[in-house]
Protein backbone atom coordinates (compact mmCIF):
# COMPACT_ATOMS: atom_id res chain seq x y z
CA UNK A 1 0.00 0.00 0.00
CA UNK A 2 1.31 3.57 -1.14
CA UNK A 3 0.49 6.24 0.97
CA UNK A 4 1.84 9.87 0.91
CA UNK A 5 -0.32 12.10 2.61
CA UNK A 6 1.45 14.13 4.79
CA UNK A 7 4.61 16.34 4.83
CA UNK A 8 7.70 15.62 6.62
CA UNK A 9 8.31 12.07 5.67
CA UNK A 10 12.42 11.95 5.14
CA UNK A 11 13.78 9.83 7.68
CA UNK A 12 16.06 12.54 9.75
CA UNK A 13 12.52 14.82 9.82
CA UNK A 14 10.07 12.06 11.34
CA UNK A 15 9.85 12.12 14.61
CA UNK A 16 6.15 11.19 15.49
CA UNK A 17 5.52 7.62 16.60
CA UNK A 18 2.62 7.35 14.01
CA UNK A 19 1.55 4.85 12.00
CA UNK A 20 -1.03 6.20 9.40
CA UNK A 21 -1.74 9.39 7.43
CA UNK A 22 -1.84 11.84 9.77
CA UNK A 23 -0.38 15.39 9.06
CA UNK A 24 2.56 15.29 11.74
CA UNK A 25 3.74 12.47 10.15
CA UNK A 26 4.65 9.76 7.24
CA UNK A 27 1.51 7.40 6.55
CA UNK A 28 2.81 3.97 6.12
CA UNK A 29 1.23 0.29 6.30
CA UNK A 30 0.64 -1.18 9.33
CA UNK A 31 -1.38 -4.05 11.28
CA UNK A 32 -2.69 -2.09 14.23
CA UNK A 33 -6.17 -0.49 14.18
CA UNK A 34 -5.90 3.30 13.31
CA UNK A 35 -7.26 5.47 16.09
CA UNK A 36 -9.40 8.64 15.52
CA UNK A 37 -9.28 12.11 16.51
CA UNK A 38 -12.12 14.27 14.98
CA UNK A 39 -11.78 18.13 16.22
CA UNK A 40 -14.81 20.14 15.93
CA UNK A 41 -16.07 23.45 16.88
CA UNK A 42 -17.20 22.21 20.02
CA UNK A 43 -14.07 20.25 21.51
CA UNK A 44 -12.33 17.03 20.44
CA UNK A 45 -13.48 13.26 20.13
CA UNK A 46 -10.89 10.29 20.30
CA UNK A 47 -12.40 7.52 18.87
CA UNK A 48 -10.37 3.40 19.19
CA UNK A 49 -10.26 1.53 16.20
CA UNK A 50 -11.95 -1.73 16.54
CA UNK A 51 -11.65 -3.68 13.32
CA UNK A 52 -13.41 -4.20 10.64
CA UNK A 53 -14.22 -0.70 10.36
CA UNK A 54 -15.38 0.04 13.75
CA UNK A 55 -14.80 2.70 16.08
CA UNK A 56 -15.73 2.96 20.04
CA UNK A 57 -15.65 6.25 21.96
CA UNK A 58 -12.67 6.73 24.17
CA UNK A 59 -14.06 6.27 27.97
CA UNK A 60 -12.52 9.90 28.83
CA UNK A 61 -15.76 11.02 26.56
CA UNK A 62 -15.83 14.73 24.40
CA UNK A 63 -12.78 16.96 25.30
CA UNK A 64 -15.51 20.52 25.69
CA UNK A 65 -12.76 23.13 23.80
CA UNK A 66 -15.11 25.51 22.52
CA UNK A 67 -14.35 27.72 19.05
CA UNK A 68 -11.73 24.18 18.22
CA UNK A 69 -10.71 24.56 14.79
CA UNK A 70 -7.98 21.62 14.25
CA UNK A 71 -5.80 18.73 16.28
CA UNK A 72 -2.72 17.67 14.93
CA UNK A 73 -0.89 14.63 16.58
CA UNK A 74 2.86 14.03 17.47
CA UNK A 75 5.36 12.69 19.65
CA UNK A 76 5.32 16.22 21.83
CA UNK A 77 7.01 15.65 24.87
CA UNK A 78 9.39 12.40 23.25
CA UNK A 79 7.84 9.63 25.93
CA UNK A 80 6.99 7.83 22.86
CA UNK A 81 3.37 8.05 22.62
CA UNK A 82 1.38 10.66 20.52
CA UNK A 83 -0.25 13.92 21.95
CA UNK A 84 -2.72 16.70 20.71
CA UNK A 85 -1.33 20.01 19.62
CA UNK A 86 -5.08 21.92 19.44
CA UNK A 87 -5.56 25.00 17.40
CA UNK A 88 -8.40 27.19 18.40
CA UNK A 89 -10.01 30.91 17.61
CA UNK A 90 -12.53 33.28 18.60
CA UNK A 91 -9.63 34.75 21.17
CA UNK A 92 -9.09 30.89 22.90
CA UNK A 93 -5.69 30.03 23.29
CA UNK A 94 -4.03 26.83 21.34
CA UNK A 95 -3.44 23.96 23.61
CA UNK A 96 -1.07 20.75 23.73
CA UNK A 97 -2.76 17.59 25.92
CA UNK A 98 -0.32 14.65 26.55
CA UNK A 99 -1.09 10.80 26.07
CA UNK A 100 -0.44 8.77 28.85
CA UNK A 101 0.57 5.60 26.60
CA UNK A 102 -3.07 4.38 26.96
CA UNK A 103 -5.14 7.04 24.50
CA UNK A 104 -6.02 9.09 27.97
CA UNK A 105 -5.13 12.68 27.39
CA UNK A 106 -4.03 15.41 30.17
CA UNK A 107 -4.31 19.34 29.79
CA UNK A 108 -0.57 20.42 29.94
CA UNK A 109 -1.54 23.77 31.19
CA UNK A 110 -0.24 25.95 28.38
CA UNK A 111 -2.18 28.65 26.51
CA UNK A 112 -1.00 29.75 23.59
CA UNK A 113 -1.44 32.73 22.26
CA UNK A 114 -5.25 34.02 21.78
CA UNK A 115 -5.26 34.69 18.26
CA UNK A 116 -7.50 33.57 15.46
CA UNK A 117 -6.31 30.01 14.19
CA UNK A 118 -7.32 27.56 11.99
CA UNK A 119 -4.36 24.79 11.06
CA UNK A 120 -1.70 23.16 12.69
CA UNK A 121 0.68 20.80 10.80
CA UNK A 122 3.64 19.36 13.00
CA UNK A 123 7.82 19.54 12.23
CA UNK A 124 11.10 19.77 13.33
CA UNK A 125 11.56 23.51 12.09
CA UNK A 126 14.53 24.35 13.87
CA UNK A 127 16.46 21.01 13.31
CA UNK A 128 16.74 20.27 17.06
CA UNK A 129 14.87 16.87 17.35
CA UNK A 130 12.09 17.25 18.13
CA UNK A 131 8.30 18.57 16.69
CA UNK A 132 7.41 22.14 16.58
CA UNK A 133 4.03 23.58 14.78
CA UNK A 134 3.45 25.67 12.29
CA UNK A 135 0.01 27.79 12.83
CA UNK A 136 -1.97 29.19 10.12
CA UNK A 137 -4.09 32.27 11.18
CA UNK A 138 -7.73 32.94 9.89
CA UNK A 139 -10.42 35.17 10.60
CA UNK A 140 -13.58 35.05 13.18
CA UNK A 141 -16.47 37.16 14.42
CA UNK A 142 -14.07 38.46 16.99
CA UNK A 143 -11.38 39.43 14.42
CA UNK A 144 -12.36 40.23 10.98
CA UNK A 145 -9.08 41.25 9.68
CA UNK A 146 -6.70 37.51 9.06
CA UNK A 147 -4.24 37.11 11.43
CA UNK A 148 -0.36 35.73 11.04
CA UNK A 149 0.25 32.81 10.68
CA UNK A 150 3.02 31.64 13.86
CA UNK A 151 5.91 29.19 14.45
CA UNK A 152 5.71 28.04 17.90
CA UNK A 153 9.12 25.77 18.70
CA UNK A 154 9.16 23.08 21.37
CA UNK A 155 11.95 22.72 24.06
CA UNK A 156 11.84 18.94 23.12
CA UNK A 157 9.51 18.24 26.65
CA UNK A 158 6.48 19.70 24.76
CA UNK A 159 6.56 23.51 25.99
CA UNK A 160 6.11 25.73 22.94
CA UNK A 161 7.23 29.25 22.61
CA UNK A 162 6.08 31.47 19.76
CA UNK A 163 8.74 32.84 17.62
CA UNK A 164 8.26 36.64 17.05
CA UNK A 165 8.27 36.88 13.38
CA UNK A 166 5.22 36.35 11.61
CA UNK A 167 4.94 33.92 8.44
CA UNK A 168 2.80 35.57 6.18
CA UNK A 169 -1.03 36.61 7.08
CA UNK A 170 -4.18 34.59 6.85
CA UNK A 171 -3.08 31.43 5.74
CA UNK A 172 -6.21 28.76 5.17
CA UNK A 173 -3.39 25.30 5.50
CA UNK A 174 0.06 24.58 5.98
CA UNK A 175 2.24 21.66 4.43
CA UNK A 176 5.69 21.02 5.37
CA UNK A 177 8.56 19.86 2.89
CA UNK A 178 12.01 20.12 2.34
CA UNK A 179 11.36 21.87 -0.94
CA UNK A 180 15.56 23.35 -1.43
CA UNK A 181 16.98 20.06 -0.20
CA UNK A 182 18.83 21.62 2.43
CA UNK A 183 17.61 19.38 4.99
CA UNK A 184 15.26 21.44 6.89
CA UNK A 185 11.09 21.97 6.35
CA UNK A 186 10.81 24.87 4.39
CA UNK A 187 6.29 25.91 4.49
CA UNK A 188 3.45 25.95 1.44
CA UNK A 189 0.83 27.95 2.50
CA UNK A 190 -2.17 28.22 1.24
CA UNK A 191 -3.94 31.78 0.86
CA UNK A 192 -7.26 32.93 -0.90
CA UNK A 193 -5.33 33.61 -3.83
CA UNK A 194 -3.12 30.91 -3.95
CA UNK A 195 -0.17 29.30 -2.47
CA UNK A 196 3.03 31.16 -0.98
CA UNK A 197 6.05 29.20 -0.45
CA UNK A 198 8.33 30.24 2.55
CA UNK A 199 11.95 29.03 2.49
CA UNK A 200 13.36 27.96 6.09
CA UNK A 201 17.07 28.62 6.90
CA UNK A 202 17.08 25.82 9.12
CA UNK A 203 16.40 27.73 12.20
CA UNK A 204 12.80 28.36 11.81
CA UNK A 205 13.14 31.63 10.25
CA UNK A 206 11.26 32.11 7.17
CA UNK A 207 11.60 33.61 3.93
CA UNK A 208 8.49 33.88 1.27
CA UNK A 209 9.33 32.77 -2.29
CA UNK A 210 7.06 34.63 -4.47
CA UNK A 211 5.44 34.81 -6.48
CA UNK A 212 2.33 32.91 -5.38
CA UNK A 213 1.31 29.58 -7.35
CA UNK A 214 -2.18 30.51 -8.44
CA UNK A 215 -4.07 29.96 -11.53
CA UNK A 216 -7.01 31.78 -11.16
CA UNK A 217 -7.87 35.43 -10.45
CA UNK A 218 -10.49 34.32 -8.07
CA UNK A 219 -9.45 34.13 -3.61
CA UNK A 220 -10.63 30.86 -3.71
CA UNK A 221 -7.52 28.84 -2.93
CA UNK A 222 -8.42 26.10 -0.20
CA UNK A 223 -6.44 23.32 1.07
CA UNK A 224 -3.26 21.69 -0.41
CA UNK A 225 -2.08 18.18 -0.50
CA UNK A 226 1.70 17.31 -1.78
CA UNK A 227 2.65 14.07 -3.14
CA UNK A 228 4.71 12.41 -6.01
CA UNK A 229 2.00 13.14 -8.42
CA UNK A 230 4.00 12.37 -11.76
CA UNK A 231 6.26 9.50 -10.40
CA UNK A 232 9.89 11.53 -10.63
CA UNK A 233 10.82 11.21 -6.98
CA UNK A 234 10.06 14.25 -5.72
CA UNK A 235 6.80 16.50 -4.32
CA UNK A 236 3.87 17.97 -6.12
CA UNK A 237 0.81 20.02 -4.79
CA UNK A 238 -3.05 19.34 -5.62
CA UNK A 239 -4.83 22.30 -4.62
CA UNK A 240 -8.32 22.11 -3.66
CA UNK A 241 -10.59 24.87 -4.89
CA UNK A 242 -14.62 25.24 -5.29
CA UNK A 243 -13.81 26.83 -8.91
CA UNK A 244 -11.26 24.43 -9.97
CA UNK A 245 -8.51 22.56 -8.85
CA UNK A 246 -5.02 22.75 -9.73
CA UNK A 247 -1.90 20.36 -10.02
CA UNK A 248 1.37 22.18 -9.40
CA UNK A 249 4.61 20.01 -10.73
CA UNK A 250 7.42 20.36 -9.20
CA UNK A 251 10.41 20.57 -11.97
CA UNK A 252 13.54 20.38 -9.46
CA UNK A 253 14.20 23.08 -5.72
CA UNK A 254 10.82 23.81 -5.06
CA UNK A 255 9.99 25.19 -8.39
CA UNK A 256 6.21 24.46 -9.82
CA UNK A 257 4.87 24.65 -13.23
CA UNK A 258 0.73 24.64 -13.16
CA UNK A 259 -0.29 20.98 -14.39
CA UNK A 260 -3.54 19.48 -14.95
CA UNK A 261 -6.48 21.25 -14.05
CA UNK A 262 -9.31 19.19 -12.94
CA UNK A 263 -12.52 18.64 -11.40
CA UNK A 264 -14.04 22.00 -12.51
CA UNK A 265 -17.27 23.65 -10.34
CA UNK A 266 -16.66 20.80 -7.53
CA UNK A 267 -16.85 22.84 -4.95
CA UNK A 268 -14.01 21.74 -3.39
CA UNK A 269 -12.45 22.74 -0.20
CA UNK A 270 -10.35 19.61 1.14
CA UNK A 271 -8.06 16.83 -0.71
CA UNK A 272 -6.45 13.50 0.45
CA UNK A 273 -3.60 11.85 -1.38
CA UNK A 274 -3.14 8.12 -1.71
CA UNK A 275 -3.46 5.51 -3.64
CA UNK A 276 -6.59 4.23 -4.07
CA UNK A 277 -7.21 1.78 -6.49
CA UNK A 278 -3.70 0.17 -6.09
CA UNK A 279 -2.09 0.86 -9.27
CA UNK A 280 1.35 2.78 -7.69
CA UNK A 281 0.01 6.37 -8.21
CA UNK A 282 -1.20 8.74 -6.16
CA UNK A 283 -5.50 9.73 -6.68
CA UNK A 284 -7.24 12.25 -4.86
CA UNK A 285 -10.32 11.88 -2.73
CA UNK A 286 -11.87 15.48 -2.95
CA UNK A 287 -14.02 16.82 0.25
CA UNK A 288 -16.93 19.59 -0.94
CA UNK A 289 -18.47 22.31 0.67
CA UNK A 290 -22.67 22.50 1.61
CA UNK A 291 -24.29 19.50 0.30
CA UNK A 292 -22.28 18.90 -3.02
CA UNK A 293 -21.39 14.76 -2.97
CA UNK A 294 -17.44 14.26 -2.71
CA UNK A 295 -15.62 12.99 -5.89
CA UNK A 296 -12.53 10.48 -6.35
CA UNK A 297 -10.34 11.39 -9.61
CA UNK A 298 -7.95 8.76 -10.31
CA UNK A 299 -4.23 9.55 -11.40
CA UNK A 300 -2.92 8.33 -14.52
CA UNK A 301 0.66 8.05 -13.16
CA UNK A 302 1.31 11.46 -15.16
CA UNK A 303 0.03 13.80 -12.74
CA UNK A 304 -3.50 13.48 -14.57
CA UNK A 305 -6.81 12.97 -13.19
CA UNK A 306 -9.92 11.22 -14.06
CA UNK A 307 -13.15 11.79 -12.37
CA UNK A 308 -14.69 8.73 -11.48
CA UNK A 309 -17.79 10.06 -11.59
CA UNK A 310 -19.12 8.92 -7.54
CA UNK A 311 -21.02 11.38 -5.83
CA UNK A 312 -20.53 10.56 -2.27
CA UNK A 313 -22.99 11.79 0.75
CA UNK A 314 -21.31 14.75 2.37
CA UNK A 315 -22.18 17.37 4.33
CA UNK A 316 -19.52 20.66 4.20
CA UNK A 317 -16.33 17.99 4.29
CA UNK A 318 -14.10 20.35 5.70
CA UNK A 319 -10.75 17.25 6.07
CA UNK A 320 -10.55 13.35 4.50
CA UNK A 321 -8.68 11.03 6.12
CA UNK A 322 -7.67 8.18 4.14
CA UNK A 323 -6.68 4.99 6.38
CA UNK A 324 -7.12 1.62 6.12
CA UNK A 325 -10.22 1.15 8.55
CA UNK A 326 -11.19 -2.21 8.09
CA UNK A 327 -7.78 -4.35 7.50
CA UNK A 328 -8.28 -5.45 3.99
CA UNK A 329 -5.07 -3.51 2.75
CA UNK A 330 -6.42 -0.61 0.96
CA UNK A 331 -7.19 2.69 1.76
CA UNK A 332 -11.10 3.62 3.55
CA UNK A 333 -11.62 7.25 3.97
CA UNK A 334 -13.12 8.95 7.09
CA UNK A 335 -15.17 12.74 6.31
CA UNK A 336 -14.79 15.04 8.15
CA UNK A 337 -18.47 17.54 8.35
CA UNK A 338 -19.54 20.37 9.63
CA UNK A 339 -23.01 19.80 8.80
CA UNK A 340 -23.23 16.43 9.51
CA UNK A 341 -21.71 13.38 11.17
CA UNK A 342 -18.89 11.97 10.24
CA UNK A 343 -18.76 9.37 7.68
CA UNK A 344 -16.89 6.21 6.94
CA UNK A 345 -16.81 5.21 3.40
CA UNK A 346 -15.07 1.85 2.41
CA UNK A 347 -12.78 1.43 -0.49
CA UNK A 348 -13.18 -2.11 -2.87
CA UNK A 349 -9.62 -2.28 -3.69
CA UNK A 350 -10.20 -0.76 -6.65
CA UNK A 351 -11.20 2.97 -5.97
CA UNK A 352 -14.90 2.33 -5.65
CA UNK A 353 -16.29 3.63 -2.18
CA UNK A 354 -19.51 2.64 -0.54
CA UNK A 355 -20.91 4.09 2.84
CA UNK A 356 -20.21 1.97 5.70
CA UNK A 357 -23.13 3.36 7.74
CA UNK A 358 -20.77 4.12 10.57
CA UNK A 359 -20.67 7.69 11.95
CA UNK A 360 -18.04 9.33 13.84
CA UNK A 361 -20.44 11.88 15.75
CA UNK A 362 -20.44 12.63 19.17
CA UNK A 363 -22.50 13.36 22.54
CA UNK A 364 -24.04 16.49 20.99
CA UNK A 365 -25.52 15.16 18.03
CA UNK A 366 -24.15 17.64 15.43
CA UNK A 367 -20.17 17.14 14.92
CA UNK A 368 -19.64 20.76 12.95
CA UNK A 369 -16.38 19.02 12.58
CA UNK A 370 -13.09 20.67 11.24
CA UNK A 371 -10.55 18.54 11.27
CA UNK A 372 -9.18 14.57 11.52
CA UNK A 373 -6.18 13.11 12.71
CA UNK A 374 -5.45 9.19 12.79
CA UNK A 375 -2.31 7.21 14.61
CA UNK A 376 -2.26 4.30 17.10
CA UNK A 377 -3.14 5.91 20.15
CA UNK A 378 -2.61 3.27 22.58
Not at 132 to 150: K, L, Y
Not at 209 to 217: E, F, K, N, T, Y
Request: proline share 3%; charged share 25%; glycine share 12%.
Amino acid sequence: MRLIHMVNFTAFLVLAACSYSNRSGVGVSSNRQPDVVVASYEGVQVWFGQGQGRFQASEQGFLSLPGTTSVALGDLDRDGDLDMFVTRYEKHPNLVWFNDGAGRFRNSGQSLGAAENWRVTLGDLDRDGDLDAFVTGTQSSTSPDPQPNEVWLNDGKGVFTRVERPVGIGGYDARLIDLDQDKDLDAIVSEREGIAIWINDGNATFRERGPRLSGRAEADARTPAIGDLDGDGDFDIVLARPSQCEVWINRGQGEFNLGHLCAANSQSISVALGDLDADGDLDAYLGTSAEHPNRVLLNNGKGQFTDTAQALPAGHTLDVALVDCDGDGDLDAIQANRNSLNRLFLNDGKGRFTDSGRNLGNWMGSWKSRRIATGSLR
